[in-house]
């Protein structure tokens, strides 16, 4: 194996984008602005120095591609855009990464390795302009609604396809960008945990089994205004009391489902003044687990929970959905490889679900083998200016992944594919 993998250059490319894309509120490297477009020039000028071919899709993801024996193809994957005011590891530890592992392998195959490698940089990952996460890889994998899509807008009234022609992207060829998969052999992603599971446990680097299947709906409990003075409590139809029973019984469904969560997110009442009994309460609810017949369960019993309490309380309930998608598992090998790849640079490894969505999903729900690693997050945050991981935990990631795309590569060229 060669020794030519630096993870502490990671690290100081990493701190070299930040000094030029954060402000005191943290990164903003927001997608298709200014500086975007620059954070992507200088990712380019770091390409320029492998012997890699570098594109951009119809979607607007990047690819640099480093040509092997085989056409069939090793992807690394993650993304430069942040939130506002985000952090400084999330999507671009992951590219750089990436990076480091490509420059290793060029070296050590003298820049023919025996399948093609790929970074891949999607674009819009976090869908914080236009409300539409994981744009650049649902195109790709095809998965994007377009009605849905053409329509969206940002608080200024500029739409998606607007704001793509400025950066050279028309919106109405975006899923072509689906021909870059058609060789592809495998898809791994590095990320930040975002969460505190491995941080919990002690933990540096998790092996990661899939991502969460969402229900996401509005739940509304119709009751009665009535004046709050001359209303015995008895002969209330309170929406609010019904809703508001709702709230404990999630953490009983989500204790039962083992390892399912669920979140009451807003809560909003008509008439909503001090005098008057609720006579309209709508509560969301987002229930995510790994499992999709788990997922089921907790959305059925979450049904039956709120005709329980409108019964109880002389109301009516009604549902509706805003929202779902179904759990997307890894690949069973890669997963393997991964917790094998943790466990020879940190002696143990965990194997977790993932929370948040990320692009890896779109990739394995377009039929790709995926898997991901994950980073330990310190304070279990992110999104935030103060997310932030070990420097050691993040050269450790940096070596685990290189292990990972190695065994992946090996794995790929010995099933001939
Ligand atoms: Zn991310």
Redesign the pocket.
């Known amino acids: 194996m060669s020794t030519s993998l630096s993870p502490k250059r990671t690290v100081a490319e990493l701190k070299e984008l930040r000094s030029f894309t954060a402000d005191e509120n943290g990164a903003q490297r927001v997608a298709f602005t200014p500086k975007w477009v620059e954070t992507r020039g200088w990712l380019r000028k770091k390409l320029e120095a492998l012997p890699v071919e570098v594109h951009t899709d119809a979607a607007g993801n990047l690819w640099a591609t480093l040509r092997g024996a085989s056409d069939r193809a090793l992807l690394l994957g993650?993304?430069m855009d942040s939130v506002p005011n985000g952090g400084w590891l999330?999507?671009c530890l992951?590219v750089l990464a990436a990076l480091e592992v490509l420059r290793r392998i060029a070296t050590q195959y003298h820049g023919k390795p025996p399948i093609t490698v790929r970074l891949v940089d999607w674009a819009d990952?976090?869908g914080a302009r236009f409300g539409k996460s994981l744009f650049g890889s649902s195109a790709c994998s095809g998965t994007l609604n377009m009605d849905e899509a053409r329509r969206l807008k940002d608080k200024d009234g500029v739409s998606l396809p607007d704001a793509l022609n400025k950066v050279g992207v028309d919106f109405e060829c975006v899923k072509e960008s689906g021909a870059e998969l058609k060789n592809a052999g495998a898809y791994l992603e590095l990320?930040?945990e975002?969460g505190p599971v491995l941080l919990d446990l002690d933990l540096p680097l998790g092996a990661v089994l899939g991502t969460f299947g969402v229900e996401r709906h509005a739940i509304t409990f119709h009751g009665q205004a009535a004046h709050s003075g001359s209303t015995p409590m008895n002969r209330r139809k309170d929406a609010f009391l019904a809703a508001a029973k709702m709230s404990s019984e999630i953490y009983r469904i989500a204790e039962r489902s083992h390892g399912g969560v669920c979140t009451i997110g807003s809560c909003t009442t008509k008439p909503g003044i001090v005098t008057s009994v609720v006579a309209e309460c709508t509560i969301t609810l987002d229930q995510r687990h790994l499992d999709k017949a788990a997922l089921g369960r907790m959305l059925q019993e979450a049904k039956g929970a709120s005709e329980r309490f409108a019964a109880e309380g002389n109301v009516r309930v009604s549902w509706a959905r805003l929202w779902q998608i179904e759990p997307v598992l890894f690949n069973p090998e890669l997963i393997e490889m991964c917790s094998e790849s943790i466990a020879e640079i940190c002696g143990k490894t965990l194997r977790l679900p993932s929370g948040?969505l990320?692009d890896a999903a779109e990739v394995a729900r377009a039929g790709v083998p995926t898997v991901m690693m994950f980073v330990q997050s310190l304070y279990g945050i992110?999104h935030n200016k103060i997310e932030d991981t070990k420097e050691e935990h993040l050269e450790m990631c940096v070596t685990a992944f290189d292990k990972l795309a190695e065994k992946t590569l090996q794995w790929l060229s010995e099933r001939g594919l």
Do not use: A, F, K, V
């Open positions: 993650g993304h999330d999507g992951n990952e976090e990320h930040i975002q948040p990320h992110s």
